[in-house]
């Protein structure tokens, strides 16, 4: 009876843990439960060059799938299967009794990334936008700019660690933070 806890626990990790689910033609499966994941933090109207423009600000609110982000914790990298997703919501000004700062409406699309290193041999990641309600898609493809601005400006493998406020130590801590984005 003294292994029935941990394997209680391994089989409720392995349980709860939610998975890519590819089919066979490469396409992800929306996840179901972003909304429920860990949340790491929002950007409003975060511009990454500067001839962007003035259009509406958006806001991205970024999760990391639980068994992932736990495993962050204990080793300040990714595991093989992890997840993150990205919320695009538009933002406004005025409404109800608002009248300065801005609140969150409507969802644009929901971004999210993968590690896979069998599967995008690359880097190890790859990109997927879902679009309004869109239930599948494809992999956006290792070769496109997703990928080009991530690898090569993320603090932490291909995530923006830098933009996580409670990763930055801990990516700190395990040395997994790399040198070339400190600031
Ligand atoms: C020019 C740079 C750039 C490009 C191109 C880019 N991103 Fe990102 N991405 C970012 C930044 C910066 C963040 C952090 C946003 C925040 O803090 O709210 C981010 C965050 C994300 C996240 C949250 C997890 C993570 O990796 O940190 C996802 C998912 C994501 N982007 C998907 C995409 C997809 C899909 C594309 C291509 C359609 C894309 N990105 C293109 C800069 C970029």
């Known amino acids: 009876m003294k292994f029935a806890a941990p394997l209680f626990l391994l089989v409720s990790v392995a349980l709860f843990a939610e998975q890519p689910v590819l089919n066979k033609d490469g396409q992800l499966q929306r996840p179901a439960n972003v909304r429920e994941w860990i949340y790491l933090s929002s950007g409003l109207g975060m511009q990454y060059s500067a001839n962007e423009g003035q259009g509406p600000k958006t806001f991205t609110n970024v999760f990391a799938e639980p068994t992932a982000y736990r495993e962050f914790l204990k080793t300040g990298k990714w595991p093989e299967g992890a997840m993150l997703g990205m919320e695009v919501r538009k933002s406004q000004t005025e409404g109800s009794i608002n009248k300065g700062g801005n609140f969150q409406t409507d969802l644009i699309a929901l971004e999210v ?30 070769q496109a700019g997703c990928n080009a601005c991530h690898n090569k400006n993320a603090a932490v493998e291909n995530t923006f660690v830098q933009f996580y406020p409670t990763l930055i130590e801990v990516a700190r801590a395990k040395g997994t933070f790399k040198k070339s984005v400190e600031q």
């Not at 990334?113 to 898609?137: H, L």
């Open 113 to 142: 990334t993968v590690k896979d290193s069998k599967r995008f041999p690359q880097d190890g990641w790859d990109y997927f936008a879902f679009n309004g309600t869109a239930q599948t898609t494809k992999a956006i493809g290792q």
